[in-house]
T-cell receptor, first 114, second 112 residues
């Protein structure tokens, strides 16, 4: 089945450790995104990538890093510099820029800092 | 002022009721409007996508946009317990925009 696969679903991290969240899509979509969701704040854009080997910062990029070495994959690293990393992380993708091409989401990854 | 305002609820209705979910926004440039449904601990799934003002119907769901009032609505007819979820509105100024502006979501419970 086509879709966006995020892993792991649940992840616990000790303070001071980096952690990488995986996102893979088999939809042949060009653009990929990482959002963070916190209660009462809605979704906020962390990073996005429109093509391989290129990515742009979103509204809350500090403390995060990404790579886009393959069209299918857009991993997110939450670094120790991120001051409040506990959140629900959502990966998304979009097929094009024309009207009707909107963003589709994966199932999300829950990150808890312990 | 937030770009998009959405009443967080929670909203509880009996099965079979008509549900009205709403968002207001401040940016008159927004032209593309979306509604997503998000079940607990899941990713949002796209329900409706509309452009500019007017209505769009899909089964029990109707999306309505009033650009003059900067107000969008999602109506659910004959609500079912399976409709219990959080509903997020989202919008952008242009097609295929890389950054959507999201509401905070309204949590809906449909009671059998």
């Amino acid at each position: 089945d086509g879709g966006i696969t995020q892993s792991p679903k649940y992840l616990f991290r000790k303070e001071g450790q980096n952690v990488t969240l995986s996102c893979e899509q088999n939809l042949n979509h060009d653009a990929m995104y990482w959002y963070r969701q916190d209660p009462g704040q809605g979704l906020r854009l962390i990073y996005y990538s429109q093509i391989v080997n290129d990515f742009q910062k979103g509204d809350i990029a500090e403390g995060y890093s990404v790579s886009r070495e393959k069209k299918e994959s857009f991993p997110l690293t939450v670094t120790s510099a991120q001051k409040n990393p506990t959140a629900f992380y959502l990966c998304a993708s979009r097929s094009g820029t024309g009207s009707g091409n909107t963003i589709y989401f994966g199932e999300g990854s829950w990150l808890t800092v312990v | 002022q937030k770009e998009v305002e959405q009443d967080p609820g929670p909203l509880s209705v009996p099965e079979g009721a008509i549900v009205s979910l709403n968002c207001t926004y401040s940016n008159s440039a927004f032209q593309y409007f979306m509604w997503y449904r998000q079940y607990s601990r899941k990713g949002p799934e796209l329900l409706m996508y509309t452009y500019s003002s007017g209505n769009k119907e899909d089964g029990r769901f109707t999306a309505q946009v009033d650009k003059s009032s900067k107000y969008i609505s999602l109506f659910i007819r004959d609500s079912q317990p399976s409709d219990s979820a959080t509903y997020l509105c989202a919008m952008s100024a242009r097609a295929g925009a890389n950054n959507l502006f999201f509401g905070t979501g309204t949590r809906l419970t449909v009671i059998p």
